[in-house]
């Protein structure tokens, strides 16, 4: 089991930045993949960014070009640069690793990013 710790949410303005912050309780390298998912009030939870275990990338249509997903492999710890924010990104955003054969995904408490008009 991975135990992820976030911070980095909070309250900014439509055009700011937010920087999301995942740090893992052991090394994100023997981690399947790593990723950032949110989910709006009244909405099913979707995947945002992943980052591979290799270091390849992917995004949701949605944040293509306005978010990064990166790592620091010294600090086990995964963020995510989020820029041009609509009220449309407003959302409880969590972190989640995928590990072992099972696949198995361990979720962090989430962090809430609320982008006003």
């Known amino acids: 089991q991975v135990r992820l710790v976030e911070s980095g949410g909070g309250l900014v303005q439509t055009g700011g930045s937010l920087r999301l912050s995942c740090t893992a309780s052991r090394s994100i390298l023997s981690i399947n993949h790593m990723g950032w998912y949110r989910q709006a009030h009244g909405k099913q939870r979707e995947m945002v960014a992943i980052?591979?275990?290799?270091?390849?990338?992917d995004y949701a249509d949605s944040v293509k070009g306005r978010f990064t997903i990166s790592r620091d492999i010294f600090k086990n710890t995964v963020y995510l640069q989020m820029n041009s924010l609509k009220p449309e990104d407003t959302a409880a955003y969590y972190c989640?690793?995928?590990?072992?054969?099972?696949?198995?995904?361990?979720w962090g408490q989430g962090t809430q990013v609320t982008v006003s008009s």
């Open positions: 980052i591979t275990n290799g270091g390849g990338r």
């Open positions: 989640g690793a995928e590990r072992g054969a099972t696949r198995d995904i361990d």
